[in-house]
């Protein structure tokens, strides 16, 4: 059964693009779940008894294990974080919601596994495949002079407007670089995994027959939103 006239949107672009941002923008104006795989990694990690396991693929996957590779900074194993992915999908669908999602699928592994679930419950008239395209330069610059607030962690990406923002907007606390994320090197690596393992999501995406629009990320926040109405006739 698919949910009726809802839709799907899937932002893809490289670190520091604004997907986030965007995608908070899109969940409020168009009234769709802002589905962020990380947050729904980190709830079940956090919420499983000792023992517990997904199991995917034949094999088990263990949260505990799952739990030490996130907090030494590495990315889960694709299938754990696949079969979390698909179970919150089929709950949203089941409850009709449209949603968006971003940060995931990340992997040729995920999209392979994710999209024809979307397709099944949702229709592929219904999918929408945002590419915010931003160059390496300015994936290096923004995330370099990104800023997170020291009282809630609100992010903060380098734009003009907020270039000279000393204090949060929501919380007035102090705004603050963060550390190993958005150092020059560690920006480098994750430009290098967009590059190689999240960008050939789009050929299986077209392969999919899915809709696919690129977008400049190279503008103001507001400037990419409008963009992105516009062109999908949001
Ligand atoms: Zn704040």
């Known amino acids: 059964m698919k949910a009726q006239n809802k839709k799907v949107i899937i932002l893809i672009g490289p670190p520091g693009s604004g997907k986030g941002t965007q995608g908070e923008l899109l969940s409020e104006k168009l009234n769709l779940y802002y589905f962020e795989a990380a947050k729904v990694g980190e709830e079940k990690i956090n919420k499983a008894k000792k023992g517990e396991y997904v199991i995917a693929d034949g094999k088990?996957?263990?949260?505990?294990?799952?739990?030490?590779?996130?907090?030494?900074?590495?990315?889960?194993?694709?299938?754990?974080i696949t079969a979390l992915v698909k179970k919150k999908i089929e709950e949203l669908a089941e409850a009709g919601n449209s949603i968006i999602l971003s940060g995931s699928p990340r992997t040729l592994y995920?999209?392979?596994?994710?999209?024809?679930?979307?397709?099944?419950?949702?229709?592929?008239?219904?999918?929408n495949i945002i590419l915010i395209e931003q160059s390496?330069?300015?994936?290096?610059f923004r995330n370099?002079?990104?800023?997170?607030?020291?009282?809630?962690?609100?992010?903060?990406?380098?734009?003009?407007e907020?270039?000279?923002?000393?204090?949060?907007?929501?919380?007035?606390s102090k705004l603050l670089k963060r550390k190993g994320l958005d150092d020059p090197e560690t920006i480098k690596i994750r430009l290098k995994e967009y590059k190689e393992r999240t960008y050939p999501l789009i050929g299986l995406f077209r392969?999919?027959?899915?809709?696919?629009?690129?977008?400049?990320?190279?503008q103001l926040v507001v400037?990419?939103?409008k963009d992105i109405l516009r062109v999908f006739k949001f």
């Open 144 to 160: 370099a002079h990104r800023k997170i607030c020291e009282l809630m962690r609100h992010p903060m990406l380098w734009t003009k």
């Open 162 to 172: 907020t270039s000279k923002l000393k204090n949060c907007p929501l919380d007035g």
């Open 110 to 127: 995920e999209g392979e596994r994710i999209a024809p679930l979307l397709i099944k419950l949702y229709g592929k008239e219904n999918i």
């Open 223 to 225: 400037d990419v939103f």
């Open 60 to 80: 088990k996957y263990y949260f505990e294990k799952e739990k030490k590779l996130w907090q030494t900074g590495k990315l889960w194993s694709p299938p754990f």
């Open 207 to 218: 392969k999919q027959g899915l809709k696919i629009k690129k977008i400049n990320g190279e």
């Open 136 to 140: 390496a330069e300015a994936s290096i």
